[in-house]
């Protein structure tokens, strides 16, 4: 009897066990701004994109932001100012970037300003594209393949934006000339989903950018697991003062487009 006593009161714990709601109380943390911004050689507006980080249950993955003063300067002495066009992001007026010449974007929110400096890198441009066929497993894919010179001497630093049918791709194709200084360079760009078939069209920007910015984008990847396990989530350095999030990039473009056969 004592022990189909205790048999019943265990089971009655468990049970009730099971209703009981745990609240997990999640640090709130105060938001932090997050900037992002690339200006290159090309005669354009340039867009600087203002937002504020959200705690963990927050619905918003991005909190716009309005009404802050936005200004570019070339350690040349031009001055550029970005003007609201829609919440939280800012554009240009036209202007083309001027290679080796130092940047200052400087941002103020609240009577708070974060600076970030970016010497635009000389141009690289594209050869050509190529396209190829990889056969793994009895399957075979078509892949593009980026093909230029890389300078010699001069340490070089690469962000290759992919377009397919001109949608961007989300993926950072990153690459540095640690191991190619100075040679002819053939890339195989490796596009996840969807497989590339007849008739698309593949436009690739080479972004030549600084180091601070690979590193930036670089470990974006990492925590992404974009080309291996993602690793614990961390805030990357950003070139950004006073605690600003994101990246500021000055950097010279090349472009080419080809259609998948």
Do not use: W
Not at 144 to 161: E, K, M, S, T, W
Not at 202 to 213: F, G, K, W, Y
Not at 225 to 243: E, H, K, L, V
């Amino acid at each position: 009897m004592n022990k189909l006593y205790i048999l019943f009161i265990s089971l009655a714990i468990m049970l009730s066990s099971c209703d009981k709601v745990i609240d997990l109380k999640l640090k709130q943390m105060e938001p932090k701004i997050v900037i992002e911004s690339v200006i290159t050689d090309l005669n354009t507006r340039h867009t600087v994109i203002i937002s504020t980080t959200t705690n963990f249950e927050s619905t918003n993955g991005k909190v716009p932001v309005s009404k802050a003063t936005v200004v570019l300067k070339a350690a040349g002495g031009t001055t550029i100012n970005f003007t609201e066009q829609t919440p939280g992001n800012y554009v240009s007026s036209r202007y083309r970037g001027i290679p080796g010449e130092k940047y200052t974007l400087t941002v103020t929110v609240n009577d708070k300003s974060y600076s970030a400096t970016s010497v635009m890198p000389l141009p690289v441009p594209i050869k050509s594209l190529d396209q190829i066929e990889i056969s793994f497993l009895g399957n075979v894919r078509k892949v593009v393949q980026l093909n230029y010179n890389d300078p010699a001497g001069i340490v070089n630093f690469y962000n290759n934006r992919v377009f397919i049918n001109n949608l961007k791709r989300a993926n950072y194709y990153l690459e540095s000339d640690r191991f190619n200084d100075g040679n002819e360079v053939k890339n195989t760009i490796y596009i996840d989903e969807p497989d590339l078939v007849t008739g698309d069209v593949v436009r690739v920007q080479m972004l030549t950018i600084d180091e601070n910015v690979y590193k930036f984008l670089f470990s974006i990847t990492q925590i992404s697991g974009n080309g291996g396990p993602p690793t614990t989530p961390a805030n990357p350095n950003s070139n950004f003062n006073n605690g600003a999030l994101g990246y500021f990039s000055a950097s010279t473009t090349s472009e080419a487009t080809i259609t998948i056969k």
